[in-house]
């Protein structure tokens, strides 16, 4: 009997010696995970009046055909990612802040993602609430947040999400135009613009168009700024809304 039960136990550690072996040696065999190579990338926004390339100062034709011209097109994007095919977004910034108004600098928004094929570019418009909360004067002067952007209203609705600013004439009267928007409620998400690219070693530029025109005409709502063009948000809440609406639809 002792035999047979020194006979069982020695079975017993054979098999387990087996089974050590056979672990160890599955996770020898394992490759390690690859670390995720990320690679540059800059998105420029095209500023844009009816497709063609916007130049401050130039006369247009507003929606209503009058003689309009801009001085100061300046607007904040929050979240900016590139987006897979199967709905994964890469982060390239948490914010910035597109001044056209500089020309060509102040344009472009850069961070490193990884590599790989992107189907298009999504943001916010607007100052997302975790950063509108934040003190300006806390920040480097060269931040999109910093006091130097003079895009913050500390009194009223914190940072100014966007602004619009130019001259119309109609029937030669020359007429103003001021749009200062903020407030949180004026926030809008989820704004998606298709582009098909790759990013390699070394990076890659992709481009979107921001169209002023199309901003300022929509088929729910568009702007006859010369009757009513003035808006710092809370004394003229309605266009504030009407004109954020506009905005989303105004990228490509």
């Known amino acids: 009997m002792q035999s047979?039960?020194?006979?069982?136990?020695?079975?017993g550690a054979v098999i387990l010696v087996v089974m050590l072996q056979s672990f160890s040696g599955c996770n020898e065999t394992t490759p390690p995970e690859e670390p995720v190579v990320k690679e540059p990338i800059s998105v420029t926004v095209n500023n844009l009046y009816g497709g063609s390339e916007l130049s401050y100062n130039q006369i247009y034709k507003s929606p209503q055909d009058n003689d309009l011209w801009i001085t100061q097109s300046k607007y904040y994007l929050s979240n900016v990612v590139a987006v897979k095919a199967n709905g994964v977004k890469e982060l390239i910034a948490d914010i910035a802040i597109i001044n056209h108004t500089l020309g060509t600098e102040g344009l472009t928004i850069s961070g490193n993602i990884p590599?790989?094929?992107?189907?298009?570019?999504?943001?916010?418009?607007?100052?997302?609430?975790?950063l509108n909360s934040k003190d300006p004067s806390t920040y480097d002067i060269n931040h999109p947040l910093s006091v130097t952007q003079n895009m913050y209203w500390g009194?009223?609705?914190?940072?100014?999400?966007?602004?619009?600013?130019?001259?119309?004439?109609a029937n030669s009267d020359t007429s103003?135009?001021?749009?200062?928007?903020?407030?949180?409620?004026?926030?809008?998400?989820?704004?998606?613009?298709?582009?098909?690219?790759?990013?390699?070693t070394g990076g890659t530029d992709v481009s979107v168009n921001f169209d002023i025109f199309s901003l300022l005409k929509q088929s729910d709502y568009t702007f006859n700024l010369t009757v009513n063009g003035e808006s710092h948000t809370t004394d003229n809440l309605p266009l504030a809304i009407q004109y954020m609406d506009n905005f989303t639809n105004a990228f490509n």
């Open 115 to 130: 590599k790989g094929d992107y189907v298009g570019i999504a943001f916010d418009l607007g100052v997302r609430e975790d």
């Open 155 to 169: 009194w009223s609705t914190q940072y100014i999400f966007s602004k619009l600013e130019g001259f119309e004439v």
């Open 4 to 11: 047979t039960i020194n006979n069982f136990r020695l079975i």
């Open 176 to 200: 103003s135009f001021v749009i200062h928007t903020g407030l949180q409620d004026l926030y809008r998400p989820n704004i998606n613009v298709a582009r098909t690219f790759r990013v390699e």
